[in-house]
């Protein structure tokens, strides 16, 4: 072959390289889109099932059948919001909520899931050192993550074996570098999930992140398990590596970035269990019946006065009608006719001190970075929304000291 025709062939392949790579991207784009487009309607019926769900709860007795049937439907609804949210920050639609994360809590959801779904002959053990250290971060993703971790660690000892998750502090000096990446100085939470099981081959080592990328039988993996951990550790600032031998086992481990300024443990947000109640009135704006009517049952259920609007239009009727009698409006931000932000603005155009909520099936990234109110809005709610977090997202914003607006 003269050099031409072997620089030809080269470049032959390298094209074709180019165009699998392409079609990958495209691939992937695609499913983009779709989780993104479907994630509204979906968001929405979770938002029904997971909050009815927690009201249900407060209508049974603690210890009875139904109270334990009520709390497993609420689970399973949570669960499923958060792949929801998983699948969306894969999408790069949404980015996670960021909070102080207890990641002891964390890590006991994770076991609690495993324990109950694993293979009986895993043995499931801790090893927490250093549990105060707070991370900032979405406890949801961080549950499905080591979840992801965990499934995998089982499945790779069909025969049983130890899966052990351990947390210690770790401390850079902005030489480490984890799989080749260099960690910044400073303090990181390091989480490890190890196993005794089947171990990763070393050819395979550098493909397992990649997504759909399995050994598994089809039906049995989608290969997105540990992409989706990746993303998630990245989107939270964190650094991957993995360890593994074959016949001995695999452990993969995280870093996170300790919280520079844990947050108040006087702040209610803090405690996960609270819920705290009300006694004004709420105006609620949506132009959905089944969110609508859920968020006026849940609000009426700790002690609130609503009063429903089924779109933007209503909404000013109805605070023109008692413009003293609205403590605070929740308004929806996608909505047929005038949306959430234009029902805002004329709102305030009648009464400039409103407090109000915005609330939301998509995060529209970019317009809504974790953590920032959009304009004009004292906070942000993110459907599909639990009881405890509406009750303290309202109480804190109704608490707040009278804006200058
Ligand atoms: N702890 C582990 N031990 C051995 N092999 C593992 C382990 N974790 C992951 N792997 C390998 O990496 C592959 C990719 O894992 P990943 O979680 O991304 O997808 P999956 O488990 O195959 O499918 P999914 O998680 O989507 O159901 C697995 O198919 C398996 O071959
Ligand atoms: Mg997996």
């Keep these: 072959m003269t050099s031409l025709e072997s620089q030809i062939e080269a470049l032959t392949t390298r094209l074709r390289e180019v165009e699998e790579q392409l079609a990958q991207a495209q691939k992937m784009e695609a499913i983009g ?75 006991g959801e994770a076991i609690e899931i495993l324990s109950r779904s694993a293979n009986r002959n895993v043995e499931i053990h801790t090893d927490i050192h250093h549990p105060q250290e707070l991370v900032s971060g979405d406890a949801g993703a961080l549950v499905q993550a080591l979840l992801n971790l965990g499934v995998n660690a089982a499945d790779a000892m069909p025969g049983g074996g130890h899966l052990t998750f351990s947390t210690t502090l770790f401390v850079s000096d902005g030489e480490v570098y984890l799989n080749d990446v260099l960690v910044p100085e400073g303090p990181y939470v390091s989480i490890c999930v190890a196993d005794t099981g089947s171990g990763i081959p070393e050819e395979i080592r550098g493909e397992v992140f990649a997504p759909f990328f399995t050994t598994k039988a089809p039906g049995e993996g989608t290969g997105l398990g540990l992409s989706m951990v990746y993303s998630c550790v990245r989107t939270h600032g964190g650094f991957l590596r993995l360890v593994s031998s074959v016949g001995v086992g695999t452990t993969f481990q995280i870093l996170l970035p300790v919280m520079e300024e844990p947050g108040d443990p006087d702040d209610p947000r803090a405690d996960e269990t609270e819920v705290p109640p009300g006694t004004e009135t709420v105006l609620v704006v949506d132009d959905e019946e089944i969110p609508l009517n859920l968020l006026c049952d849940v609000l009426r259920s700790l002690g609130y006065t609503t009063l429903p609007a089924a779109s933007g239009e209503e909404a000013i009727e109805i605070l023109r009608y008692a413009p003293d009698k609205v403590d605070l409006v929740i308004v929806d931000r996608i909505m047929a006719g005038m949306d959430g932000i234009e029902t805002l603005a004329r709102l305030r155009a009648i009464r400039p001190t409103l407090r109000t909520i915005l609330c939301s099936g998509t995060s529209e990234a970019g317009r809504t970075p974790s953590g920032v109110v959009p304009d004009g809005f004292d906070d942000f709610l993110q459907k599909p929304y639990e009881r405890v977090m509406l009750a303290r997202t309202v109480r804190s914003v109704l608490d707040a000291r009278p804006s200058n607006n």
Excluded: C, M, W
């Excluded at 479907?38 to 929405?44: K, L, P, V």
């Excluded at 938002?47 to 609420?74: C, D, V």
């Design 33 to 107: 889109r779709l989780t993104g487009g479907i994630a509204h309607d979906f968001n929405n019926l979770l938002t029904g099932i997971l909050g009815y769900s927690s009201l249900l709860k407060t209508f049974l007795p603690e210890n009875g059948r139904g109270y334990e049937a009520a709390a497993y439907i609420e689970r399973s609804a949570r669960r499923a919001t958060e792949l929801t949210r998983q699948l969306l920050a894969y999408s790069r639609r949404e980015r996670p909520t960021f909070r102080p994360v207890n990641l002891r809590k964390v890590i």
